[in-house]
T-cell receptor, first 114, second 111 residues
Framework: EAEVAQSPRYKITEKSQAVAFWCDPI?????LYWYRQILGQGPELLVQ????????DSQLPKDRFSAERLKGVDSTLKIQPAELGDSAMYLC????????????FGPGTRLLVL | DAKTTQPPSMDCAEGRAANLPCNHS???????VYWYRQIHSQGPQYIIH???NNETNEMASLIITEDRKSSTLILPHATLRDTAVYYC????????????FGTGTRLQVTL
């Protein structure tokens, strides 16, 4: 069964450092999402791509976060500089284009900022 | 997207049916009810969704009231592996739609 791949699974960094997360969606899925999940809360959308275009980045803290999906396939989420409050699980999800399609999530990257 | 209300936690004995309620009193006519679950330290997993008819798949059943203001997810024979946080989400389908998660219901299945 096809799955969404994410790496790394765990990342420990010091504040003010740069970090990057990678996501490879299910083949053929045009829509890709990055969510952030703080411990004890549900995931919150950071950015949504349709192919290589950003559809929604209203909740992305653009002063330090950036996301790209240059060829409309895999995607990278970057934080620079990292802050203590960025410690969270970063989840990637993908979806086929359609009206009732569901989102499939990867295993996530757990980030700890010291 | 409409807001949902779920109990923060529930317990269920293994082998019994787990009935997880969700209120979505402000749901609009073009919003679907989706259920996802998240097992500890994993990404959310799709379970089931529906518009107004009851739905069943290999994982669960979804019962939606006639007025669509509430729904119940039923796991017919809960196992220890069903211990997870269950999220009820209502959303409009379409290319711009996103999942808006609440805090969900933490289901603990016990021996």
């Amino acid at each position: 069964e096809a799955e969404v791949a994410q790496s790394p699974r765990y990342k420990i960094t010091e504040k003010s450092q740069a970090v990057a997360f990678w996501c490879d969606p299910i083949s053929g899925h045009a829509t890709l999402y990055w969510y952030r999940q703080i411990l004890g809360q549900g995931p919150e959308l950071l950015v949504q791509f349709q192919d290589e275009s950003v559809v929604d980045d209203s909740q992305l803290p653009k002063d330090r976060f950036s996301a790209e999906r240059l060829k409309g396939v895999d995607s990278t989420l970057k934080i620079q500089p990292a802050e203590l409050g960025d410690s969270a699980m970063y989840l990637c999800a993908s979806r086929q284009t359609g009206t009732q399609e569901t989102q499939y999530f990867g295993p996530g990257t757990r980030l700890l900022v010291l | 997207d409409a807001k949902t209300t779920q109990p923060p936690s529930m317990d269920c004995a293994e082998g019994r049916a787990a009935n997880l309620p969700c209120n979505h009193s402000t749901i609009s006519g073009n919003e679907y009810v989706y259920w996802y679950r998240q097992i500890h330290s994993q990404g959310p997993q799709y379970i089931i969704h529906g518009l107004k008819n009851n739905e069943t798949n290999e994982m669960a059943s979804l019962i939606i009231t006639e007025d669509r203001k509430s729904s119940t997810l039923i796991l017919p024979h809960a196992t220890l592996r069903d211990t997870a946080v269950y999220y009820c989400i209502v959303k409009i389908t379409g290319t711009a739609s996103k999942l808006t998660f609440g805090t969900g219901t933490r289901l603990q299945v016990t021996l």
